[in-house]
């Protein structure tokens, strides 16, 4: 970094990560997050609630809305790397296997660019399921605003 340029990452909690750096969170997908995300968005496709059709559907089981396994890449985000005060900017996300209530999902992330004069970072993101298939795939843009400790 030269001289003149200022290093955003300056009173960032974590400080700024490194490229490479990697962080994983799991948990078990419930019906209680049908429920929390139908009442969040009004998403109240058959899949996710109709039990006979999801059976008789490709997927052969009732399903998660997106928004649920997606979800779990923004505590990874925000709690873990690059942390507190994270939010997405951009992401580039490819859904490629539904995820069923009850399964175990992992979401990971890991820092593939970071920005030396803005807290920003490009990361590679995966959630997966407990069979270790790849359910959801892609690249984001994340942005650390710096929190004043109190």
Known sequence: ????????????????????????????????????????????????????????????????QGGVTSGILNAVVAED???PGT???????????AVGVG??????VEVKEVRPDKPICKIETSVRNEAGDICLTGTATVFTVPLARV
Not at 36 to 62: C, I, Q, W
């Open 1 to 64: 970094m030269t001289a003149h340029m200022k290093d955003g990452w300056i009173g960032v909690i974590k400080g700024r990560p490194q490229v490479g750096a990697f962080a994983e969170r799991s948990r078990r997908t419930r019906p209680q997050d049908i429920e929390a995300f139908t009442e969040m968005t009004g998403d109240r496709n058959p899949l996710h609630y109709d039990k006979a059709l999801a059976d008789a559907s490709v997927f052969g089981k009732l399903i998660v």
């Open 103 to 108: 399964e175990m999902i992992t979401g990971r």
């Open 87 to 97: 939010v997405f900017l951009e992401v580039g996300w490819k859904f490629v296997k």
């Open 81 to 83: 790397l690059p942390g």
